[in-house]
């Protein structure tokens, strides 16, 4: 073989190894990235939540106390958001602590992770938004009706 021959061997392993190289720092870079907006994706869902959970409560305020109890006391547990965003806080840590050097099994099975936590979340959240139109047809489909009742038929609320 000529040098010629050797040295196009050579500069074709060198160009090989050096685009494995980079196609490795660019799925790495690609797995932090994908991280930072999992983060930033679930922190915006998570406050879309709580926002939602605020505006529930006007709807479940509206019917009878006996009626509306599990309802309320589900809407005034905040802790599990807060829960919820403490644990983005923590992926954020790991992601700036970690990130650079974990490896790319790890940096997957974080993505993974976090694309799970955010699709059981969205589903979770469509359920609420759900619940809270039709809860709201029917308070008031409800109400309507007890406006055209008589007084004395009237259930007393509180």
Known sequence: MSYISQALVLLALAAA??????RRAQRRQNALGRLLDGADAMERLLHRTRERMNAMRGVVDRVPDDVGAV????LDSDQVIQDAL????QHRLWIQRHGGHASQRELDEACAAMDRARERITAELDRLER??????????AALEAARREPP????QSG
């Open 131 to 140: 619940a809270g139109a039709e809860l709201t047809e029917a308070t008031d």
């Open 71 to 74: 309802a309320r006391a589900s």
């Open 86 to 89: 403490r644990d983005v806080l």
């Open 17 to 22: 190894a050096a685009l494995w190289l980079h």
């Open 152 to 155: 004395e038929l009237r259930r």
